[in-house]
């Protein structure tokens, strides 16, 4: 074979991809990747934890996610940085893993395929100066794990120590994010572009934007976000920019169509990047771990950007753009600290029969057809609960406007896909207020996933015991039926079927 990649979920076949990635990348960019996980491998198994190593452990992991790094020069440069790290004989080939026995490889994917989603919050967290010192020995342990000879049971508990690291990295960054640019606070976001130059900000990094908001100041270069940077303006040291203007576009898989002739400079901080057609090639940049051949990559000067902005010029007339489903506002903002202020009142609402139930349909958005489960499902959830999502996934739906429960909306927006941490945060509290467990709460979750920060919110909700997860559009190709039927008996998770049909379904259980 050239390649075999069966990480996402849009793989060939739902069994892997072995010629060319359906996500875009060749098969020798595959290879690569591969490559630069055997030299990690073998750094935490030949070089001290240190600062340094866990910088090389991190972001290299974070560019074998999917659609991140497709510039194999890039990658080849980072495998040679890391070699110089390696001071021993230790040696080992990915590929061993992708042969062995289907139940030991697919609980090694789970926790490497979950150390990658990891990665890329730990990532985010260390850019605005933190660290923790549990998260970084993990990395090693992880890692270094995935050669060795362990029985099944050994690897179930560190597909489940994985989760559990997860949901420290994530409380990390929520710690990070909110000291840093303060608590998100409710704000409708516009879908319209004004006139004149402007820049699309796509990725997930708060600090890239920041960054990019303060070289903006006073150029006349107004700034939109896209994708999972939309939650951003939810932030009030980032809302405070009056050139921070509203969201481009909808979810990150219709950037081919939407970035299509776009007269406006387009940066990638972090995924999501598709392959870049020709026709607006000229006007993307890449920063960080995101890598495109023949696509300027930039370090923190983002000079380049606005000049090609002010270049471009935008568009000459204000124009109106809608999501999805017609709307044209976006309303984010909704994260622990402000749902839990609201707290007494939503348990009240429960109390009196006014809340039946609480949705949370979140996750990745991708192209694979069958993803407007999401959408009928929300259109059909009954008036009297309240849906909470968070992630790309939210496209299918949050131009939406579902109403509001004596004051409450019913759609509440918690952010970024990390920002899983504060539902999760909200379903501890609200169990503590019922003197329940999570799973005796009137919660169901409907959960979407494409990549790999997704496997490790999974595994992260694994590890707390939630039961009766409903996972689309299809289950991952990397859990081989043992571990599946394993995961089904235990935490009772299940495909879902049609949106009529589940929704009933939850909708039984709990009145049980």
Same mark, same amino acid.
């Given at each position: 074979?050239?390649?075999?990649?069966?990480?996402?979920?849009?793989?060939?076949?739902?069994?892997?991809?072995?010629?060319?990635?359906?996500?875009?990348?060749?098969?020798?960019?595959?290879?690569?990747?591969?490559?630069?996980?055997?030299?990690?491998?073998?750094?935490?198994?030949?070089?001290?934890?240190?600062?340094?190593?866990?910088?090389?452990?991190?972001?290299?992991?974070?560019?074998?996610?999917?659609?991140?790094?497709?510039?194999?020069?890039?990658?080849?440069?980072?495998?040679?940085?890391?070699?110089?790290?390696?001071?021993?004989?230790?040696?080992?080939?990915?590929?061993?893993?992708?042969?062995?026995?289907?139940?030991?490889?697919?609980?090694?994917?789970?926790?490497?395929?979950?150390?990658?989603?990891?990665?890329?919050?730990?990532?985010?967290?260390?850019?605005?100066?933190?660290?923790?010192?549990?998260?970084?020995?993990?990395?090693?342990?992880?890692?270094s794990a995935i050669p060795k000879?362990?029985?099944?049971?050994?690897?179930?508990?560190?597909?489940?120590?994985?989760?559990?690291?997860?949901?420290?990295?994530?409380?990390?960054?929520?710690?990070?994010?909110?000291?840093?640019? /303060?608590?998100?606070?409710? *704000? $409708?976001? %516009?879908?319209?572009?004004?006139?004149?130059?402007?820049? &699309?900000?796509? =990725? !997930?990094?708060?600090?890239?934007?920041?960054?990019?908001?303060?070289?903006?100041?006073?150029?006349?270069?107004?700034?939109?976000?896209?994708?999972?940077?939309?939650?951003?303006?939810?932030?009030?040291?980032?809302?405070?920019?009056?050139?921070?203007?509203?969201?481009?576009?909808?979810?990150?898989?219709?950037?081919?169509?939407?970035?299509?002739?776009?007269?406006?400079?387009?940066?990638?901080?972090?995924?999501?990047?598709?392959?870049?057609?020709?026709?607006?090639?000229?006007?993307?940049?890449?920063?960080?771990?995101?890598?495109?051949?023949?696509?300027?990559?930039?370090?923190?000067?983002?000079?380049?950007?606005?000049?090609?902005?002010?270049?471009?010029? /935008?568009?000459?007339?204000? *124009? $109106?753009? %809608?999501?999805?489903?017609?709307?044209?506002?976006?309303? &984010?903002?909704? =994260? !622990?600290?402000?749902?839990?202020?609201?707290?007494?009142?939503?348990?009240?609402?429960?109390?009196?029969?006014?809340?039946?139930?609480?949705?949370?349909v979140g996750g990745c958005d991708?192209?694979?057809?069958?993803?407007?489960?999401?959408?009928?499902?929300?259109?059909?959830?009954?008036?009297?609960?309240?849906?909470?999502?968070?992630?790309?996934?939210?496209?299918?739906?949050?131009?939406?406007?579902?109403?509001?429960?004596?004051?409450?909306?019913?759609?509440?927006?918690?952010?970024?896909?990390?920002?899983?941490?504060?539902?999760?945060?909200?379903?501890?509290?609200?169990?503590?207020?019922?003197?329940?467990?999570?799973?005796?709460?009137?919660?169901?979750?409907?959960?979407?996933?494409?990549?790999?920060?997704?496997?490790?919110?999974?595994?992260?909700?694994?590890?707390l015991g939630v039961e009766n997860?409903?996972?689309?559009?299809?289950?991952?190709?990397?859990?081989?039926?043992?571990?599946?039927?394993?995961?089904?008996?235990?935490?009772?998770?299940?495909?879902?079927?049609?949106?009529?049909?589940?929704?009933?379904?939850?909708?039984?259980?709990?009145?049980?």
């Amino acid at each position: 074979m050239d390649m075999f990649c069966f990480q996402c979920e849009q793989t060939a076949a739902q069994k892997g991809c072995i010629k060319q990635g359906v996500c875009g990348k060749s098969g020798d960019c595959a290879i690569l990747q591969d490559e630069l996980l055997d030299r990690l491998i073998e750094l935490v198994n030949c070089a001290e934890l240190n600062d340094e190593n866990i910088k090389l452990v991190v972001d290299g992991l974070f560019m074998t996610i999917t659609n991140v790094n497709f510039d194999e020069a890039q990658i080849q440069e980072y495998i040679e940085k890391i070699r110089k790290k390696i001071n021993c004989n230790y040696d080992y080939n990915i590929r061993t893993l992708w042969r062995s026995d289907e139940d030991i490889r697919s609980l090694k994917s789970l926790i490497l395929f979950g150390l990658k989603g990891v990665a890329a919050y730990y990532h985010h967290a260390m850019v605005l100066g933190y660290k923790n010192s549990d998260i970084e020995k993990f990395f090693f342990e992880a890692l270094s794990a995935i050669p060795k000879n362990l029985s099944k049971q050994e690897l179930f508990d560190l597909v489940l120590k994985t989760g559990e690291i997860n949901l420290k990295c994530m409380g990390l960054l929520d710690e990070a994010n909110t000291k840093t640019y /303060g608590n998100p606070a409710f *704000k $409708k976001v %516009t879908t319209n572009i004004e006139k004149g130059p402007f820049i &699309v900000v796509s =990725g !997930h990094d708060l600090k890239d934007l920041e960054l990019l908001l303060e070289q903006t100041k006073d150029k006349g270069v107004n700034i939109y976000t896209h994708g999972e940077m939309l939650p951003c303006h939810a932030y009030p040291k980032l809302n405070k920019y009056h050139h921070l203007k509203g969201n481009f576009g909808t979810a990150w898989q219709n950037q081919q169509k939407e970035f299509d002739n776009i007269p406006a400079a387009i940066l990638f901080t972090t995924n999501c990047i598709m392959p870049v057609k020709t026709s607006y090639r000229d006007r993307v940049f890449t920063t960080c771990v995101v890598g495109y051949p023949d696509v300027i990559h930039l370090e923190k000067d983002f000079t380049p950007v606005i000049n090609k902005a002010l270049e471009l010029g /935008g568009y000459k007339e204000d *124009k $109106k753009m %809608t999501g999805i489903n017609g709307g044209d506002v976006l309303r &984010v903002g909704f =994260g !622990h600290n402000s749902v839990l202020s609201a707290a007494d009142k939503i348990i009240e609402l429960i109390k009196s029969g006014d809340i039946k139930h609480i949705f949370l349909v979140g996750g990745c958005d991708g192209a694979k057809t069958g993803r407007n489960y999401y959408t009928d499902f929300v259109k059909l959830t009954p008036k009297n609960s309240l849906v909470l999502t968070l992630a790309c996934g939210k496209y299918r739906f949050n131009d939406l406007d579902l109403g509001e429960i004596k004051g409450i909306p019913r759609l509440l927006d918690m952010g970024q896909c990390n920002d899983a941490y504060s539902a999760i945060k909200v379903a501890l509290e609200l169990a503590k207020a019922f003197d329940c467990s999570v799973n005796e709460l009137p919660l169901s979750m409907v959960l979407s996933w494409y990549e790999q920060k997704a496997v490790c919110i999974l595994l992260t909700l694994l590890f707390l015991g939630v039961e009766n997860i409903k996972l689309g559009p299809t289950l991952p190709a990397f859990i081989s039926p043992n571990i599946l039927k394993i995961l089904s008996e235990k935490y009772k998770i299940k495909p879902i079927t049609t949106p009529d049909k589940d929704l009933e379904e939850i909708l039984n259980r709990c009145q049980k």
